[in-house]
Protein backbone atom coordinates (compact mmCIF):
# COMPACT_ATOMS: atom_id res chain seq x y z
CA UNK A 1 0.00 0.00 0.00
CA UNK A 2 1.37 3.38 -0.62
CA UNK A 3 1.27 6.11 1.47
CA UNK A 4 2.43 9.21 0.62
CA UNK A 5 5.11 10.70 2.44
CA UNK A 6 4.25 14.01 3.01
CA UNK A 7 0.49 12.19 4.54
CA UNK A 8 2.82 9.97 6.68
CA UNK A 9 4.77 12.95 8.15
CA UNK A 10 1.25 14.85 9.03
CA UNK A 11 -0.14 11.58 10.82
CA UNK A 12 3.46 10.68 12.44
CA UNK A 13 3.10 14.91 14.27
CA UNK A 14 -0.59 13.55 14.96
CA UNK A 15 0.13 10.82 16.74
CA UNK A 16 3.37 12.62 18.33
CA UNK A 17 0.89 15.76 20.26
CA UNK A 18 -1.82 12.70 21.07
CA UNK A 19 1.74 10.93 22.95
CA UNK A 20 2.40 14.67 24.76
CA UNK A 21 -0.96 15.35 26.03
CA UNK A 22 -1.17 11.96 27.37
CA UNK A 23 2.04 12.20 29.06
CA UNK A 24 1.38 15.62 30.24
CA UNK A 25 -1.86 14.40 31.78
CA UNK A 26 0.03 11.16 33.49
CA UNK A 27 2.99 13.10 34.78
CA UNK A 28 0.23 15.80 36.10
CA UNK A 29 -1.43 12.58 38.26
CA UNK A 30 1.78 11.03 39.35
CA UNK A 31 2.81 14.21 40.80
CA UNK A 32 -0.03 16.90 41.46
CA UNK A 33 -2.26 14.40 42.66
CA UNK A 34 -4.49 15.09 39.84
CA UNK A 35 -6.94 12.38 40.21
CA UNK A 36 -10.38 11.14 39.44
CA UNK A 37 -12.60 10.58 42.95
CA UNK A 38 -11.88 7.72 44.09
CA UNK A 39 -13.95 7.51 47.10
CA UNK A 40 -17.68 5.40 45.71
CA UNK A 41 -20.17 5.88 48.28
CA UNK A 42 -23.52 6.18 47.52
CA UNK A 43 -26.34 7.54 50.15
CA UNK A 44 -29.93 8.15 49.57
CA UNK A 45 -30.51 11.96 48.41
CA UNK A 46 -34.21 11.87 49.59
CA UNK A 47 -33.92 11.13 52.81
CA UNK A 48 -30.88 12.53 53.67
CA UNK A 49 -31.98 14.79 56.76
CA UNK A 50 -33.21 11.60 58.11
CA UNK A 51 -29.84 9.72 57.45
CA UNK A 52 -28.13 9.64 61.11
CA UNK A 53 -24.74 11.69 59.42
CA UNK A 54 -26.18 14.18 57.33
CA UNK A 55 -29.18 15.03 59.87
CA UNK A 56 -28.88 18.75 60.14
CA UNK A 57 -27.37 18.80 64.10
CA UNK A 58 -24.48 16.62 62.28
CA UNK A 59 -24.02 18.98 59.86
CA UNK A 60 -20.21 21.20 59.88
CA UNK A 61 -17.37 20.23 61.47
CA UNK A 62 -17.15 17.35 63.82
CA UNK A 63 -13.51 16.38 66.08
CA UNK A 64 -13.57 12.82 65.94
CA UNK A 65 -11.86 11.05 69.34
CA UNK A 66 -8.52 10.86 67.75
CA UNK A 67 -8.39 14.82 66.66
CA UNK A 68 -9.47 14.05 62.90
CA UNK A 69 -11.58 17.29 61.71
CA UNK A 70 -14.52 15.63 59.48
CA UNK A 71 -16.59 18.72 57.94
CA UNK A 72 -19.87 17.40 56.09
CA UNK A 73 -21.98 19.89 54.06
CA UNK A 74 -24.72 19.63 52.15
CA UNK A 75 -25.82 21.27 48.81
CA UNK A 76 -28.92 22.52 47.67
CA UNK A 77 -30.42 24.75 44.92
CA UNK A 78 -29.17 27.79 46.21
CA UNK A 79 -26.35 27.43 48.87
CA UNK A 80 -24.07 25.39 51.00
CA UNK A 81 -25.09 24.32 54.53
CA UNK A 82 -24.44 25.06 57.09
CA UNK A 83 -24.19 28.95 55.56
CA UNK A 84 -20.87 29.28 57.57
CA UNK A 85 -18.16 26.94 59.31
CA UNK A 86 -15.59 27.57 60.89
CA UNK A 87 -11.79 25.88 60.75
CA UNK A 88 -7.98 26.13 61.84
CA UNK A 89 -5.52 26.68 59.40
CA UNK A 90 -2.95 24.57 57.70
CA UNK A 91 -4.60 21.66 59.25
CA UNK A 92 -5.32 18.30 57.17
CA UNK A 93 -9.54 18.72 56.95
CA UNK A 94 -11.87 15.84 55.46
CA UNK A 95 -14.55 16.89 53.67
CA UNK A 96 -17.95 14.90 52.79
CA UNK A 97 -20.34 16.86 50.81
CA UNK A 98 -23.48 15.17 49.41
CA UNK A 99 -26.56 17.23 47.41
CA UNK A 100 -30.08 17.20 48.47
CA UNK A 101 -31.36 18.12 44.71
CA UNK A 102 -29.35 18.27 41.57
CA UNK A 103 -25.80 17.90 40.16
CA UNK A 104 -23.47 20.55 41.93
CA UNK A 105 -20.07 21.37 42.05
CA UNK A 106 -17.51 22.60 44.52
CA UNK A 107 -14.39 25.02 44.60
CA UNK A 108 -12.59 26.99 46.86
CA UNK A 109 -9.86 28.98 45.61
CA UNK A 110 -6.68 28.37 47.07
CA UNK A 111 -6.90 25.00 47.89
CA UNK A 112 -7.10 21.72 46.53
CA UNK A 113 -11.20 21.34 46.65
CA UNK A 114 -12.79 20.79 42.99
CA UNK A 115 -15.27 18.09 43.21
CA UNK A 116 -18.67 17.44 41.99
CA UNK A 117 -21.65 16.81 44.16
CA UNK A 118 -23.65 13.90 42.42
CA UNK A 119 -26.79 13.15 43.83
CA UNK A 120 -27.05 9.63 45.61
CA UNK A 121 -23.11 9.62 45.83
CA UNK A 122 -21.17 11.08 49.25
CA UNK A 123 -17.92 13.30 47.77
CA UNK A 124 -15.22 12.81 50.04
CA UNK A 125 -12.13 15.44 49.76
CA UNK A 126 -9.19 16.03 51.95
CA UNK A 127 -8.13 19.12 52.01
CA UNK A 128 -6.10 21.85 53.74
CA UNK A 129 -6.06 25.99 54.24
CA UNK A 130 -2.80 27.69 53.78
CA UNK A 131 -3.63 30.54 55.54
CA UNK A 132 -6.22 32.11 58.11
CA UNK A 133 -8.90 33.95 56.07
CA UNK A 134 -12.53 33.99 54.87
CA UNK A 135 -12.62 31.02 52.27
CA UNK A 136 -15.30 31.74 49.19
CA UNK A 137 -16.82 28.21 48.67
CA UNK A 138 -18.80 28.55 45.21
CA UNK A 139 -20.84 26.34 43.10
CA UNK A 140 -19.04 25.62 40.12
CA UNK A 141 -21.60 22.87 37.62
CA UNK A 142 -24.39 25.15 36.54
CA UNK A 143 -27.51 24.00 38.44
CA UNK A 144 -30.25 26.15 37.66
CA UNK A 145 -31.08 29.73 37.47
CA UNK A 146 -29.57 30.57 40.89
CA UNK A 147 -25.92 29.31 40.17
CA UNK A 148 -24.79 32.28 40.14
CA UNK A 149 -25.58 33.57 43.56
CA UNK A 150 -24.82 29.71 45.30
CA UNK A 151 -22.04 30.19 47.58
CA UNK A 152 -20.74 30.10 51.19
CA UNK A 153 -17.75 31.02 53.30
CA UNK A 154 -15.39 29.23 55.03
CA UNK A 155 -14.02 31.10 57.56
CA UNK A 156 -10.34 29.70 58.84
CA UNK A 157 -8.48 30.91 62.03
CA UNK A 158 -4.79 30.06 62.87
CA UNK A 159 -4.27 27.05 64.88
CA UNK A 160 -4.36 28.26 68.36
CA UNK A 161 -7.05 30.41 67.87
CA UNK A 162 -9.36 27.84 66.54
CA UNK A 163 -8.63 25.31 69.42
CA UNK A 164 -8.97 28.17 72.14
CA UNK A 165 -12.66 28.36 70.45
CA UNK A 166 -13.13 24.72 70.27
CA UNK A 167 -12.46 24.75 74.22
CA UNK A 168 -13.95 27.51 75.44
CA UNK A 169 -17.42 26.32 73.66
CA UNK A 170 -17.42 22.66 75.04
CA UNK A 171 -20.26 21.56 77.43
CA UNK A 172 -22.11 24.36 75.81
CA UNK A 173 -23.42 23.44 72.31
CA UNK A 174 -22.12 21.21 69.97
CU1 LIG B 1 -25.17 24.66 42.59
CU2 LIG B 1 -24.45 25.67 40.56
Known amino acids: ?45 ATLHLSEEFAEDNL ?30 DTKITFRWVSID ?9 TNMSTMIIPGFVAEVESSFPKPGDYPVLCNEYCGLGHDHMWSKIDVLEKDKWRALQTSSKGVAK
Open 1 to 45: MHIDPLEKKWAQISLGICALFVGIIMLDALFHSVNAPSNVETINS
Open 60 to 89: GVEVDDDGNIIVRMVAGRYSFFPKKITVPA
Open 102 to 110: VVHGVHIPM
